[in-house]
């Protein structure tokens, strides 16, 4: 009988750490199916693109953009051709007249995998593009980091409780 009793009790354990291995391929396998789904430009309202949003993005608003902090990064599949030619990084934003007031000016500058990219300096408010080129060498790969910093923002507490950057509704990557 204790022999049956341990046998069964092995029995289940084992079983019990087959169960545990499913969820971790599940999750493996959804990664996978996220890296897969990476697209080159993204729009900061859609949701299957959500996991692109990596950093210093605040949640979704009015169904169509996203406050950032005063640093930011999304991750952007690159395009077909751009590891031969390079690409152009494309970043769809605005700059309301409270923040630009707040902070007089403001300079966006981005950095692709290692690879910086010259700023631009804004002194008024309203909406912009920031268009600049990347190198093909920072675009190896399947995927690449794109980080985003200004050097003047609204700190949190100044007139919302988050820290705010910029309203950014688009970034992307964009073959030459």
Request: glycine share 8%.
């Given at each position: ?34 890296a ?70 403001t ?6 995998n ?63």
């Amino acid at each position: 009988m204790r022999r049956l009793t341990t046998l069964l009790l092995a029995a289940a354990l084992v079983a019990g750490l087959a169960a545990c291995k499913k969820p971790k391929r599940a999750s493996a396998i959804a990664q996978e199916d996220a890296a897969a789904g990476m697209r080159s430009s993204v729009h900061a309202a859609d949701p299957k693109a959500a996991v692109q949003f990596v950093r210093g993005f605040h949640e979704v608003e009015q169904n169509s953009w996203r406050w950032t902090s005063g640093k930011f990064a999304v991750t952007l599949r690159p395009p077909a051709t751009a590891a031969q030619k390079g690409a152009t990084l494309v970043l769809e934003f605005a700059l309301p007249d409270p923040i630009i007031d707040k902070v007089k000016a403001t300079t966006l500058a981005a950095n692709v995998n290692g690879a910086a990219i010259d700023g631009e300096t804004y002194t008024k408010g309203g909406s912009y593009t920031y268009r600049k080129d990347v190198p093909a060498s920072a675009l190896q790969g399947d995927a690449v980091g794109v980080d985003f910093a200004l050097n003047n923002f609204v700190k949190a507490g100044e007139i919302d409780a988050r820290e705010l950057g910029v309203i950014v509704s688009s970034v992307g990557l964009e073959a030459k």
